[in-house]
């Protein structure tokens, strides 16, 4: 009995861990790690660095744009609040052409 609980709390474990890295992008800026929900379940950009990459690079992708990485930037100090809304309003209207 005793084993048979261990085995189903360590999947438990595992698919606790496996849903956090679906739902959560976990973005690097400096020595820092920042979790930012993702909107939809997946694993792209699960890990993401910022170091060495323009902001114009960062914000250039959609899905990490649209579920806010705008914001660390911004918390961070690595843009203004016009820069971010330069890139906001560029992609916004990007968007809507197609």
Do not use: C
């Not at 909107?39 to 806010?68: C, H, P, Q, W």
């Amino acid at each position: 009995m005793r084993q048979v609980l261990k085995k189903y709390l360590t999947w438990a474990i595992l698919a606790g861990i496996l849903y956090a890295l679906l739902s959560y992008h976990f973005i690097i800026v400096g020595r820092t790690v920042k979790p930012l929900k993702k909107s939809e379940l997946t694993l792209n950009y699960t890990f993401y660095s910022t170091k060495g990459k323009r902001v114009s690079t960062i914000m250039a992708i959609d899905e990490l744009r649209e579920d806010g990485i705008g914001e660390i930037l911004l918390e961070a100090g690595r843009m203004s609040e016009s820069e971010y809304q330069m890139y906001m309003s560029k992609y916004d209207l990007e968007e809507e052409t197609y």
